[in-house]
């Protein structure tokens, strides 16, 4: 048997904290055991006192090894979390608690030592997380490695209970010396310790293995369909570069963070697991999150993750199906990842519109091209096809397949009568030579609100006068003339589109 690691303390330095860490067999305070649990205790200037950490026996599966790094045979001979029980509390006694995500890991504490058969009070505590909105604003994400690297504190060891408790302690050490001293909020928290009396016994036998399994049987587990996952998940892998300042800037309330964090994590493989749902459910009873909030999280989340899906100017099918499942699995109505999608699009039009420039004076091209309007190509050569593609792509412009009546024009030098070019000519898409749309994309204009039910541009401005009405129907060739007066794309031949005729006819009423 291993015994538990402990340095004594130097004579002159008195705790004034005790810096948690726990790793365990999963994400349920319920359900999972403690694995490791490491205390550092520092003076009131942040100073080291002494370490204390130790293994248990889970009575059980040890859980993700690949996490921890403690394999079933590490914990084979280690005492029960029973057995240390008096040890931790003394160690604890008249401490303030200090932990990154502190909720997290004094949830698992509270819940083994209850099981070990302990009167447990309420913990003063002080959440190095909480405490990063303060002295680190402007940080994104704020996992115990994101907050050490900010503040130039060594995270050795990591995923260890002894190395994250020491790059805790670390990082409030940090927090002390920027300050000058502790802030008021971890004085409070002091000085609660203090007076917060701890047993110096248990007051009932522990729980055995089989009482605590058969305990967390019974908690009510919430129900939970989950969708098939994509084989490829290109978007989620994205998670890795996604921001929490991202998702709070889309609304996520302050207090979801943590559960947000957590969110991150359990979604990295596409799926939310039953122990990762459990453990979800958890944090939203700890933090006394309401449905509301719960709800405005999810929202934000898959706002901020369809932003990702838009910003290479398309949205794909996988990317897509990702984003229904993460809805899916968030319990968001499968109609909101179209808005989302929507309110991403409008957001990217924005940020692509902004500072661009006025039309010239005189402008002979008519309707100018918008941020997030669709083209399709055909009958092109090839190399500046693909140069104007890349270029319209980049700004904004989203280059489509097919033509349809979302398509505001058809690019096109007419050395190709297809059917893209037969489409545009039945429904009245703009088409326009590729020298032309060249000259479009240089002076690009801001998105505007576009319906979905016609894509005809408004009226064309009448660069010169208008002839004035006629009694009888004007004849083509009269309003092919007023259509090249005016700048809009028209053929020496063949039937007139119908977003021609409906201008001339605007410009005549």
Wanted: proline share 8%; hydrophobic share 45%.
């Amino acid at each position: 048997m291993t015994p538990p690691v402990r340095v004594a303390p130097a004579p002159e330095k008195v705790p004034a904290f005790a810096v948690i860490d726990v790793e365990t067999t999963g994400l349920s305070p319920q359900r999972d055991r403690i694995l490791e649990l490491a205390i550092v205790r520092l003076d009131e200037s942040g100073a080291v006192v002494d370490e204390w950490v130790s293994r248990f026996d889970p009575e059980g599966p040890v859980g993700a090894t690949h996490i921890h790094g403690i394999t079933q045979a590490d914990v084979v001979g280690q005492p029960r979390f029973a057995d240390a029980a008096p040890t931790v509390v003394a160690a604890l006694s008249g401490l303030a608690v200090v932990a990154h995500n502190a909720k997290f890991d004094l949830a698992f504490l509270r819940n083994e030592l209850k099981a070990a058969g302990w009167s447990v009070p309420w913990i003063a505590a002080y959440c190095t997380l909480d405490a990063s909105y303060a002295y680190l604003p402007d940080m994104d994400r704020r996992r115990l490695v994101d907050c050490c690297w900010a503040v130039g504190v060594r995270l050795d060891d990591a995923h260890s209970a002894l190395g994250d408790a020491r790059a805790a302690a670390g990082l409030l050490g940090a927090y002390v010396t920027v300050n000058g001293g502790p802030d008021p909020i971890l004085l409070e928290a002091l000085a609660a310790a203090r007076i917060t009396e701890w047993p110096t016994s248990p007051a009932r036998q522990p729980l055995t293995a089989e009482q605590r399994a058969a305990s967390s049987s019974t908690r009510a587990r919430p129900l939970r369909i989950t969708p098939p996952k994509p084989s490829t998940p290109p978007l989620l892998q994205q998670l890795t570069a996604l921001s929490l300042l991202e998702v709070v800037e889309e609304g996520a309330p302050v207090g979801t963070t943590a559960y947000v964090e957590m969110l991150f994590d359990a979604l990295e493989d596409g799926d939310i697991s039953d122990a990762e749902a459990d453990a979800l459910q958890e944090l939203i009873a700890e933090f006394e999150l309401s449905p509301s909030d719960v709800h405005a999280a999810h929202e934000a989340f898959l706002l901020a993750l369809a932003h990702r899906a838009v910003d290479d100017g398309r949205v794909s099918h996988d990317e897509r199906r990702e984003l229904k499942t993460v809805a899916s699995l968030l319990g968001v109505a499968d109609s909101k990842v179209k808005q989302v999608l929507d309110r991403a699009d409008a957001a990217r039009h924005a940020r692509l519109g902004a500072g661009l420039g006025p039309l010239p004076d005189p402008w002979p091209h008519g309707e100018p091209l918008r941020v997030g309007d669709r083209v399709a190509f055909t009958g092109c050569d090839e190399t500046q096809r693909l140069r104007l593609e890349q270029r319209a792509e980049e700004l904004g412009v989203r280059v489509i397949s097919s033509v349809s009546r979302l398509t505001v024009m058809l690019v096109t030098d007419g050395s190709l009568s297809g059917g893209k070019l037969a489409k545009a000519q039945e429904i009245g898409t703009r088409h326009v030579h590729p020298d032309i749309f060249d000259t479009l994309l240089q002076h690009l204009q801001p998105a505007t609100e576009r319906t979905a039910q016609s894509t005809t541009r408004p009226a064309a401005p009448a660069l010169i006068p208008a002839p004035s009405a006629e009694a009888t129907p004007p004849s083509p060739s009269a309003v092919r003339a007023w259509a090249v007066a005016a700048g809009l794309e028209v053929g020496v031949r063949g039937r007139l589109p119908k977003v021609v005729l409906d201008a001339y006819a605007a410009a005549h009423r």
